[in-house]
């Protein structure tokens, strides 16, 4: 008889609970049945922790967490089961997913997703990482279901130096349910990553993002990147690598209210600090959109991004600004569209403490530099109101030794004015006028070089371009009256003006090397084309094209 391998490490968690169920209660007295309300997931077990001899040292990996049970969708829904967390070991387990919420009728809130299971600890070798979390669940007319949140990754064992450790990659945040009529769950945060001795684990992606709504869901943040604490090869030096910020997920968009902040990216982790550490800081997160607005409200602002972090050789750059939400009118033509939102500003770059990286480096991370800041986001496109404006840049890290200053980001283009809303053609009436392009977004300032001590600043950023005018639409053609003879066509109208570009950052200074440049201005944007004039007896007039922006100072 064939007998099962022996393993030292940890068994998976048990499995969660089934899906809670939904009925309809029997009719009674002629009374219609009702829905009823949906069941809970059921919570996943915890991965078992390796085997450990007499002197606790464990001789497997940590067992995996089980995924949380999905809830039951009814009148009410249920939420979703959270993940279980993954067990210790010489590497960790991986922590388990949320369970998604159950959807929910009429006004009710719909079911929240699971919290997903933290990643295992590793006492030699990676943290587990984080799951992810369940998805919030969609509402009739309700609020829909907030997403669950990321779990962490494990951490490395730091207590030891020779020991080369890297800590685990937090898990993404769950997405955001949406409704017809109420407020669009807000997606999860995602998880940080863990720390270690070599390097520290990256923040959690939000992908997903949040539920859409009369008003939009808030985004949900990055997770932030793990701290590395160093780790020594053995020769005397000390290597170390903070983890990567993770991504904001976009904002949700609103069908009659306001769009919704995209979330805001995750900072990096910082790397070790000391005598003979060579240490690059984590780039920050990218921010996430931000939400659309469909029927009049104000779009939502782009999330920042997350800083870089700081290291002794080079600091991380910072995350790009998420780009502002657009002013759309829904597919159809239902809707009357929105305000544009503003680019999100990028993040500040990481501080680098003048250590000279090695040419043969294990990480490749080039010459030793700090951290640059992150672009600006664009602006959204509008239909009512002007374009948004572009995000600030980041400002660059600031340096020790002969290290350069890091560049500060360049700032985010404005977004462009909306188009003019069609004219009317009459079959028996003159045309009608077309209407205005609408004024586009001014650029976004460029960040400021970083400071140096004998290395050069860095250089600033470009400001941000102008937008473009919205082009005015086309007159309405004109009809004919009760003898056949054509009427007067419609004027086009008139294009919108450019946006303004912004000023460039300023240089940073230097105690003993060059200062930084300039940042170069923003070039301003162009003006809208003026529409066509319609046909008729006389024609219309066309539209003055929209003039254009003021150049950055």
């Not at 910082?270 to 659309?292: H, K």
């Not at 046909?535 to 254009?548: A, E, L, M, N």
Request: hydrophobic residues 20%; without cysteine; negative net charge.
């Amino acid at each position: 008889m064939a007998t099962e391998a022996w393993s030292w490490g940890g068994g998976a968690g048990g499995a969660a609970g089934g899906r809670g169920s939904s009925i309809y209660t029997s009719p009674m007295y002629g009374h219609v049945g009702q829905l009823g309300n949906g069941g809970d997931g059921g919570d996943a077990g915890n991965g078992g922790d390796a085997y450990q001899d007499v002197n606790g040292n464990y001789l497997g990996n940590g067992g995996a967490g089980s995924d949380g049970g999905y809830a039951g969708n009814g009148n009410i829904g249920g939420n979703g089961g959270d993940g279980g967390a993954g067990g210790a070991g010489l590497n960790g387990g991986g922590g388990g997913w949320g369970g998604n919420g159950g959807q929910s009728a009429g006004n009710n809130t719909g079911g929240a997703g699971g919290n997903a299971g933290a990643g295992g600890d590793a006492a030699a070798g990676t943290g587990g990482s984080g799951g992810w979390g369940g998805w919030g669940a969609p509402s009739q007319d309700g609020a829909g279901g907030a997403g669950g949140n990321g779990g962490a990754g494990g951490n490395g064992a730091t207590g030891d130096n020779t020991v080369k450790t890297i800590g685990g990659d937090g898990g993404g945040g769950g997405m955001g349910g949406s409704s017809q009529t109420g407020v669009g769950g807000a997606s999860g945060d995602s998880g940080d990553g863990g720390a270690g001795t070599y390097a520290g684990g990256n923040g959690g992606d939000s992908f997903f993002g949040a539920g859409s709504g009369a008003t939009g869901g808030a985004g949900g943040r990055g997770g932030n990147g793990g701290d590395s604490t160093g780790w020594d090869d053995g020769t005397g030096t000390i290597w170390s690598h903070g983890g990567n910020g993770g991504s904001g997920s976009s904002g949700g968009g609103a069908y009659t209210g306001d769009g919704a902040v995209g979330g805001s990216g995750g900072n990096g982790g910082a790397g070790a600090t000391g005598p003979g550490v060579i240490s690059v800081g984590g780039n920050g997160g990218s921010g996430g959109a931000g939400g659309t607005a469909y029927g009049g409200g104000n779009a939502g602002t782009g999330g920042i991004g997350g800083a870089g972090g700081n290291g002794t050789a080079s600091g991380g750059n910072g995350g790009t600004g998420g780009s502002g939400g657009a002013g759309m009118v829904l597919l159809g033509g239902s809707g009357i569209g929105g305000t544009a939102g503003d680019g999100g500003a990028g993040g500040a770059g990481g501080d680098s403490g003048g250590v000279m990286m090695p040419a043969d480096n294990s990480y490749g991370a080039g010459p030793s530099h700090a951290g640059n800041g992150g672009d600006g986001g664009m602006g959204g496109t509008g239909t009512i109101g002007s374009g948004g404006d572009g995000g600030v840049g980041g400002s660059g890290g600031n340096t020790q030794g002969s290290v350069d200053g890091g560049n500060g980001g360049a700032g985010g283009t404005g977004g462009t004015g909306y188009t003019g809303a069609p004219a009317t053609n009459p079959a028996h009436a003159p045309g009608g006028d077309g209407h205005d392009g609408g004024v586009a977004g001014n650029g976004g300032q460029g960040g400021a070089g970083g400071s140096a001590v004998d290395g050069n600043g860095g250089n600033g950023g470009t400001g941000g371009t102008g937008g473009t005018g919205g082009a005015g639409s086309r007159g309405g053609n004109g009809g004919t009256d009760s003898d056949g003879n054509t009427l007067p066509g419609g004027d086009g109208g008139d294009g919108g003006t450019g946006g303004n570009g912004a000023a460039g950052g300023a240089g940073g200074t230097s105690t003993g090397g060059a200062s930084g440049a300039h940042g170069a201005a923003g070039a301003a944007g162009a003006g809208g084309a003026g529409g066509v004039a319609g046909t008729g007896t006389p024609p219309g007039q066309p539209g003055t094209d929209g003039g254009s922006g003021q150049p950055g100072q």
